[in-house]
Nanobody, 115 residues
Framework: QVQLVESGGGSLQPGGSLRLSCAAS????????MGWYRQAPEKQRELVAS??????NYAESVKGRFTISTDIAKNTVYLQMNSLKFEDTAVYYC??????????WGQGTQVTVSQ
């Protein structure tokens, strides 16, 4: 059974950078179309970045600042986040892009952008 473990979050000031990692165990899960999602307090989870066969797409709110990538050998998905803003504060998760391929959500990793 595939398990997802997100890491790399933290607290930082606006303009800073973080690199999030999502390690999958149990099978080569990240060969699937993958996405990074985030959930801010009192808001629904939203898709911020996706990657399908090496082609990435981004929500308008993060375009030009975030970069998604995968390492198949490590069964890991990354999210490089630059020029962070207050509104990027959320818990970040990864999972398959296609709902039918998704597994149980991991615990997520908290990103807090504040002064």
């Amino acid at each position: 059974q595939v398990q997802l473990v997100e890491s790399g979050g933290g607290s930082l000031q606006p303009g800073g950078s973080l690199r999030l990692s999502c390690a999958a165990s149990g099978s080569i899960f990240v060969r699937n179309p993958m996405g990074w999602y985030r959930q801010a307090p009192e808001k629904q989870r939203e898709l911020v970045a996706s990657i399908i066969s090496g082609t990435s797409n981004y929500a308008e709110s993060v375009k030009g600042r975030f970069t998604i990538s995968t390492d198949i050998a490590k069964n890991t998905v990354y999210l490089q986040m630059n020029s962070l803003k207050f509104e990027d504060t959320a818990v970040y998760y990864c999972n398959a892009l296609v709902p039918a391929l998704r597994v149980g959500w991991g615990q997520g990793t908290q990103v807090t952008v504040s002064q």
